[in-house]
């Protein structure tokens, strides 16, 4: 199988760059216009696609039988650690975009030197639009101030600057285990629920307010403040703060805490809709982490594990259970229950029962977040770090399966991964804390796979991933992208588009020829398009390239490779010359005039190993 990718830096197989902390100048814009002439395949509707899942749906084993193992890869195929991508297929139809981008040397706020730390994003559709929220602090994870953003976009494509959800909180002198924190101290702002669409309509948004002497303790180990709530309107503007719990075992209540019990608001309809939370227990179940509470709140205890890592607010870890919940059901209704580590669990009725916590050893994770969901076409997906190596974040994987418990299918949503661009603790390379749509908090229209994740605990991100989740297609493609509005409509082209370097589809203001367009000002980052092909030992492609504007000692590559990312050509195009790679012959480059429109022709033959 093969893929042809445009871009300005080539993705090949080598070790991560150095971490950078400085940004330079800003390098000159470039442009990369192309036009391939190829059709998209057709697409199966959402009422086909639900049609062919539930013939061939397939029941997983029963309760008793996988307690042992709730989520099991059983595929062969393994990642390889030496490369971003794993050197796994890749899916076709991803679409990555840039929500925010994280900027020390200007950043936008005045008075501020750059909120560099931002991690831990949920995502929610709510009345025709997306809102999405992340933890921002200033320096490093565990660093006081901290605080979360909202951003909002209409299409999940383009998105508003962020506002402020939750400002940073000032805490009282607090003694804790021989550690002092003193008066008007920040809280740490922690993240493991972000949204809840309540039955009765409201839209609420929740942080927990915790804190640590030091970035080397953890605010998540019981010891915090409490759980905070607020009201997200229609028209987007923000009902007044409150605690919907505190964490009353650990001293905390409306006494010595700065925003009252939600029971204390003059809205009856925000009373009911925190009510409503508190009594879903599957909901509630993603602050446990943070609570710890023995009150009897809790549908169940996870940290109770046989065998099980110790957490205490003295260490940093991601070590243990009960960390970040996710479930979803399975097609006999059972529900699976997941978390960090590996650790899941089995519900036969709703979630009043569990099976014991147990560890699935099949997967490989990192300590990160895993998400698992069933997807629209009626299969199942976990994304998460498959990776053979506990520190780096990478590869953004997604196993694949038919009944929820057995997954035969590793492949990959991303192989890029840029370099961290500002110091801090804990700061973890990578992609990562992938959080799709907890259940009820809306479903976005299209059948796709909505995911946001942060990179390198720097940037945030979402990704859309077309359903079925495939890594082939069986038609030759004829694309001039005169129909196709927008870069969000290629559905089986693969899109990475920072903010600094967008791919865009654009229209000639000359001659109203449409193209898709490659631009880019980041000086860590790339933009790239990828479209997989069907697969040939021998296969010509034809496309239209105009590589306007490249700045000195820059190149635009484009190159073939097959589906794990191992290359047979590029082509580099820079401010004067079309260069090639051909290993034993030397070509000679090709003077070019980097304004004009050409036409290139591919004749590539990969079982004699040349092309033309």
């Known amino acids: 199988e093969s893929a042809i990718q445009s871009s300005h830096t080539h993705p090949e197989k080598r070790e991560s760059p150095m971490p950078q902390s400085r940004r330079p100048l ?67 139809g991803t679409h990555h975009i840039q929500v925010f981008r994280a900027n020390r040397t200007d950043p936008e706020e005045p008075g501020h030197i750059g909120w560099t730390y931002n991690h831990q994003p949920y995502l929610a559709h709510w009345n025709g639009t997306f809102y999405l929220q992340f933890l921002s602090g200033l320096l490093q994870e565990h660093d006081p101030p901290t605080r979360l953003m909202l951003v909002t976009s209409s299409d999940g494509l383009d998105w508003t600057r962020p506002r402020i959800l939750f400002p940073p909180y000032a805490l009282p002198e607090i003694e804790y285990g ?80 700065d925003y009252p019990l939600y029971t204390a608001s003059d809205d009856p309809g925000f009373i009911e809709a925190c009510e409503q939370l508190l009594a879903d227990k599957l909901a509630t179940l993603q602050w446990w982490e943070e609570d710890r509470g023995d009150d009897g709140f809790f549908a169940m205890d996870p940290s109770q594990v046989a065998g099980g890592d110790t957490f205490s607010a003295k260490v940093v870890t991601s070590a243990g259970a009960g960390k970040a919940f996710a479930y979803y059901e399975r097609p006999d209704g059972a529900l699976v229950a997941m978390w960090k580590n590996r650790y899941s669990t089995l519900s036969p009725d709703g979630g009043a029962t569990w099976t014991p916590i147990v560890q699935n050893n099949t997967l490989l994770t990192t300590g990160a977040k895993t998400w698992g969901q069933r997807t629209d076409d009626g299969r199942y997906a976990i994304v998460h770090n498959h990776s053979p190596v506990s520190r780096s974040r990478f590869p953004m994987s997604i196993l694949t399966g038919e009944d929820g418990h057995r997954f035969p299918n590793l492949q990959v949503l991303t192989g890029e991964v840029p370099p961290r661009r500002y110091k801090g603790i804990s700061k973890n390379p990578g992609l990562q804390y992938f959080r799709g749509i907890f259940p009820g908090n809306g479903n976005p229209p299209g059948d796709h796979l909505w995911m946001t994740y942060s990179v390198n605990k720097e940037d945030i991100w979402v990704s859309r991933t077309r359903t079925p989740v495939e890594t082939a297609v069986s038609d030759e493609v004829d694309q001039d992208f005169e129909a196709v509005e927008r870069a969000a409509d290629l559905e089986l082209w693969n899109l990475y588009s920072p903010v600094w370097a967008p791919v865009t589809v654009e229209r000639d203001p000359e001659d109203g020829n449409r193209y898709l367009q ?78 004009a429109w050409h036409r290139v022709e591919l004749d590539i033959d990969t079982e004699r190993g040349v092309y033309a």
């Open 178 to 257: 021989g550690e002092t924190v003193p008066a008007g101290t920040y809280a740490i702002m922690h993240q493991r629920m972000g949204f809840y669409v309540a039955p009765n309509g409201r839209l609420l948004a929740s942080g927990f307010v915790g804190f640590a002497a030091t970035p080397r303790r953890s605010p998540n180990a019981g010891n915090g403040i409490g759980r905070l709530i607020r009201e997200i309107r229609p028209d987007g503007t923000f009902g007044p703060i409150h605690f919907i719990r505190y964490n009353r075992h650990a001293g905390w209540d409306e006494s010595n805490t």
């Open 26 to 92: 800003p390098l000159p814009a470039f442009t990369l216009a192309l036009a391939l002439t190829m059709a998209s395949a057709p697409l199966l509707t959402a009422q086909a696609q639900s049609r062919r899942a539930a013939e061939r749906a397939s029941m997983p084993p029963s309760v008793q039988e996988s307690a042992s193992e709730p989520i099991r890869y059983t595929g062969d195929r393994q990642p390889d650690k030496r490369f971003y991508d794993g050197n796994l297929p890749h899916v076709v």
């Open 518 to 595: 490659l631009s880019d000002e980041a000086p860590y980052n790339h933009a790239a398009v990828t479209r997989i092909l069907p697969a040939a030992s021998r296969k010509r492609i034809a496309f239209d390239v105009q590589a306007a504007r490249i700045p000195q000692g820059k190149v635009v590559e484009m190159e073939l490779s097959d589906q794990s990312g191992n290359r047979m050509l590029r082509l580099a195009f820079d401010s004067r010359w079309l260069s090639m790679d051909f290993e034993a012959d030397k070509i000679d480059p090709l003077d070019i005039d980097p304004s």
